[in-house]
């Protein structure tokens, strides 16, 4: 059977050439970055190259500057615990939004039982940040401000500069947790008034288990992790060198190939949105239409449910995901479709495609053939559907 | 995640549909918990002749549905309230665990359609 691939924001494969760079990093080059003989100078020498790979993606001006981690979970727990602890004399009070991430959200839950203040912003209905109600919240206590550069289900990219803007005018730390938009978009910490940026390896084709975050010189983060005092202190552990050999690698594919690989993808999601809004009755998009990760396909449909959607495409060898609460662990729907304004029937009816480097116009074509028929045969079996979509 | 026999039903659904002239008719669930059942019956000398579902929910919704108009077809009204969730979830070789509450509600529709058929002729005498 034909098989699909549309979840690349859950799970994307390794590039071959990033395979290849890694490798020899298992057992021919395995020397302890820490170590002072020769084996050690070269695992250095390596880490900093990749370093400087990631620097160059994301705009940092010191190449020191990119802290490496295991993963864009780890990097927002550091920059926003290290942030709120080591500022915690400055003020308690931090704003983010509705619509992170868990491994922000989470954080920032577990900072409100320390004595932390948290705001969590509101969005408009495409998701972007309400700016005005930033502005009304912001105080001098503020100490830090994290919104994310792209939300991964939605799609939508955040007004990110102006965003910082705000933050750097009353003093706080702006962090960006820019996983899901990791090599998919350009960014540049500088320009955007960055002072913490979390990416994902992953999400650019690297390895798993590897991710980084950018400290700007100057900001005050606190670790989480203790021990050796790796990383500039702020991530002690023997480095992951192959991992990291594999992100720097990554990192590097990402800067050069993000352009002509974000406007394909751009024409193939484009078409796979359009498709499904004029082939089925009472679809709808979840997101805004340009302003959006380009691999992102998020679209609802009325009177069904998406883990059946997720499960008839899967029996057609087509892979996505919902954020319908039949997928969820916590049997929540996703906190962001709710946030957008969307009801939980709505939410529970989505469907999300996201697309990457191995799709095709053939793939978009086959789930376009497929779709119709899956939509009208669940709503035959739902009790909510009217009885004239169903004739 | 989900058996061979859930994904059997749920790919063929058996006796999905309305009965215009139902004797029974009983919806459990909510659209927003994502799982929504209607429960379609016949009733003729105190047996269940007909029985068809409709389901707005996760594949184990459906299969459960599915699975319960099998179950009941043609058994008397006090063997039909004898079927419980567990009887519908071990037909279909088990459900995942976290589905045992929200998406097994096949039993209770069916219960609640009886309930209503009672209720009906209890009201016409």
């Given amino acids: ?391 | 995640m989900y058996s061979e026999k859930v994904m059997e039903h749920f790919r063929n659904p058996h006796n999905m549909g309305e009965i215009p002239d139902a004797d029974g008719v009983g919806t459990v669930g909510n659209p927003i918990c994502g799982d929504l059942m209607t429960i379609y019956i016949k009733v003729k000398d105190n047996r269940l002749t007909d029985i068809k579902f409709k389901t707005f929910g996760c594949g184990a919704a459906i299969a459960t549905s599915s699975m319960i108009t099998e179950l009941a077809r043609g058994k008397t009204l006090e063997e039909a309230l004898k079927i419980t969730r567990g009887d519908v979830a071990e037909s279909l070789d088990g459900l995942p665990p976290v589905k045992m509450h929200c998406s097994n509600l096949a039993a209770d529709g069916l219960h609640a359609a009886i309930e209503d058929y009672l209720k009906k002729r209890g009201g016409q005498k």
Wanted: proline letters at 4%; glycine letters at 10%.
């Fill in chain 1, 1 to 391: 059977m034909r098989t699909v691939y549309m979840d690349y924001a859950a799970g994307k494969p390794v590039d071959e050439r990033v395979l290849e760079a890694m490798m020899p990093y298992f057992n021919q080059k395995y020397g302890n970055p820490s170590s002072v003989h020769s084996f050690g100078n070269e695992a250095r020498k390596t880490i900093d190259e990749a370093r400087g790979r990631v620097a160059e993606l994301t705009g940092a001006e010191r190449t020191n500057e990119i802290i490496f981690t295991s993963g864009g979970t780890e990097s927002n727990n550091l920059a926003i615990e290290g942030v709120a602890y080591r500022n915690k004399a400055k003020g308690n009070h931090i704003i983010t939004s509705s619509i992170e991430h868990m491994s922000v959200m989470n954080t920032c839950k577990h900072l409100s039982k320390q004595g932390f203040e948290v705001t969590y912003l509101p969005v408009d209905r495409h998701g972007f940040v309400d700016l005005q109600a930033l502005e009304k919240e912001i105080t001098d206590k503020t100490i830090l401000v994290s919104i994310m550069y792209a939300n991964g289900e939605i799609g939508t990219v955040e007004p990110i500069g102006k965003i910082g803007e705000i933050a750097h005018r009353k003093g706080a730390y702006f962090h960006v947790d820019a996983v899901a938009a990791t090599g998919q978009i350009p960014m540049d910490v500088k320009k955007e008034n960055i002072d913490l940026l979390s990416l994902s390896s992953n999400d650019m084709y690297g390895p798993r288990g590897v991710g980084a975050l950018y400290v700007r010189t100057g900001a005050g983060v606190q670790p989480v992790v203790y021990g050796g005092g790796q990383e500039r202190g702020l991530r002690s552990g023997t480095e992951n060198l192959p991992g990291i050999v594999g992100m720097g690698k990554a990192a590097e594919i990402a800067k050069a190939e993000m352009k002509i690989e974000a406007a394909r993808l751009t024409n193939l999601r484009d078409k796979l949105i359009k498709g499904i809004l004029d082939s089925i009755p009472e679809s709808y998009l979840n997101g805004h239409p340009t302003e959006r990760l380009p691999n992102n396909v998020n679209v609802r449909f009325s009177y069904i449910e998406g883990e059946s959607l997720i499960l008839s495409l899967d029996m057609e060898g087509v892979a996505c995901s919902s954020g319908s609460a039949c997928t969820s662990k916590t049997l929540e729907p996703s906190h962001v479709l709710l946030a957008i304004g969307l009801k939980h029937e709505e939410a529970h009816g989505s469907l999300l495609f996201t697309l990457g480097k191995q799709n095709t116009e053939d793939d978009v074509k086959y789930v376009l053939d497929l779709l119709p028929g899956i939509v009208k045969r669940l709503r035959k079996i739902s009790p909510l559907t009217p009885k004239e979509l169903i004739v």
